[in-house]
């Protein structure tokens, strides 16, 4: 089904997949891993972050998260 698509504001290409409209099969072809603070990812023309204490666990017990073997 088409899709009718409003103002879009792009601020930062860094790879990836950008879709818009119908999509019959997207597959990841990278993963990765990030950890940071409360508010650190924020995106956005107005951001407001209040963060008091911030604490971020980043002990990962389990060996493989998202595996893109024979994916590609």
């Known amino acids: 089904m088409p899709a009718i698509i409003g103002p879009v504001q792009i601020n930062n290409v860094g790879g990836g997949t950008l879709n818009f409209g119908d999509s ?11 950890h940071a603070g409360s508010g650190a990812f ?15 666990n980043t002990i990962d017990p389990d060996a493989n998260d998202q595996n893109v073997t024979a994916n590609e």
């Open 42 to 56: 924020n995106t956005g023309n107005f951001i407001i972050a209040n963060n008091g204490l911030s604490a971020t």
């Open 24 to 34: 019959f099969y997207i597959s990841p072809k990278a993963t990765g891993k990030s």
